[in-house]
């Protein structure tokens, strides 16, 4: 199973922009976004790596309702909670051979595997 790369049709391009990190690292979001999420001062932010981008999600009251939207989107797909948890280190490994190659993925199950479980040895043909 390859890892599929699309575009979502969720992804609203008016909300966004370009931001420039300053000296002490802060980050000056569009104020399209800012306005889209309901973002102001003070306001919390989720930060984390995506490939090689960076992911922010909102941790307002947006935020909760899409969470809470979560288990209508599994079940549109056909999916459990379960299915989403049982499929994450299949996922995980697929993304890491597909970001990093799969001899880098060797290495780190030779050096690291016994540290983590066999969740990195997995097979990866499955």
Same mark, same amino acid.
């Given at each position: 199973? *390859? ?10 391009? =008016? /909300? $966004? ?46 935020? *909760? ?10 079940? =549109? /797909? $056909? ?48």
């Amino acid at each position: 199973m *390859a890892v599929e790369k699309h575009i979502d049709e969720d992804i609203d391009f =008016d /909300a $966004g922009g370009f931001a420039e990190i300053d000296a002490e690292g802060r980050l000056t979001l569009p104020a399209s976004l800012r306005d889209t999420f309901g973002l102001h001062t003070g306001s919390a932010v989720a930060c984390f790596a995506i490939g090689d981008g960076i992911m922010l999600i909102p941790r307002d009251a947006m935020s *909760a309702d899409r969470l809470a939207q979560a288990p209508r989107a599994l079940d =549109d /797909a $056909g999916q459990t909670l379960q299915d989403l948890l049982d499929n994450l280190p299949k996922v995980r490994q697929e993304v890491m051979i597909d970001m990093y190659g799969e001899e880098f993925v060797k290495d780190l199950e030779r050096q690291y595997g016994h540290l983590v479980g066999s969740a990195l040895r997995e097979p990866h043909g499955e």
